[in-house]
């Protein structure tokens, strides 16, 4: 016994493994609403810049991570509508990025912070855990962020298809893929 209680010390100091948890893939998604009846139309950015420091608890790495998003990279898997949405809604705001930092999670809720026009919000989001796939999403209103001229752009550009009616609610979800790496 006596020389079993030594290995199994130096195989826990010398052996022993940090594991940190790291973002392997992420993206940000929205549905925006037209017509009286509230369709939906999805879409996504495609240029965001991520800061996320590997941290050895989940929930430390996802409080803290920002991103910075190109609001031109906006794809709806329709070029035409895409070119719109940039020209009579984010540039008609003069709205270049948007930023997003999370400073609270809990099992169930992210505390997220979006900076959109000059203007910063707290959006609470619902937050859902698959196993290493982490989803948050949220509503926001664009009149909080001060977007009611831009909306009202890009209503006038689009009148015929939206009936007269874009909402001016915006449902925006983060999907974060994680992976842990040990040394």
């Known amino acids: 016994m006596r020389f079993f209680l030594p290995l199994i010390l130096a195989a826990a100091l010398f052996g022993a493994q940090t594991c940190r948890w790291r973002v392997k893939d992420f ?4 549905e925006a609403y037209k017509t009286p009846l509230k369709i939906g139309v999805k879409g996504s950015f495609d240029a965001i810049r991520l800061s996320a420091k590997p941290q050895e608890k989940m929930d430390a790495l996802l409080r803290g991570a920002r991103m910075l998003i190109d609001t031109e990279s906006v794809s709806t898997k329709n070029r035409a509508r895409d070119a719109k949405i940039v020209k009579y809604f984010f540039q008609a705001q003069g709205v270049d ?3 997003a930092q999370i400073l ?5 809720l992210a505390d997220v912070e979006i900076t959109m026009h000059d203007t910063t919000r ?3 989001m619902r937050l859902k855990r698959d196993g290493e796939l982490i989803t948050a999403q949220g509503v926001i209103d664009l009149a909080d962020f001060g977007m009611l001229p831009a909306l009202r752009s890009l209503t006038d550009a689009c009148r015929k298809p939206h009936e007269g009616k874009t909402w001016q609610d915006v449902t925006l ?3 974060m893929e994680l992976e842990q790496k040990c040394r």
């Open 27 to 30: 993206s940000v998604g929205w």
């Open 104 to 108: 609270s999670v809990t099992d169930k």
């Open 122 to 124: 707290r959006v609470p």
């Open 97 to 99: 990025t948007i930023e």
């Open 173 to 175: 979800t983060f999907e």
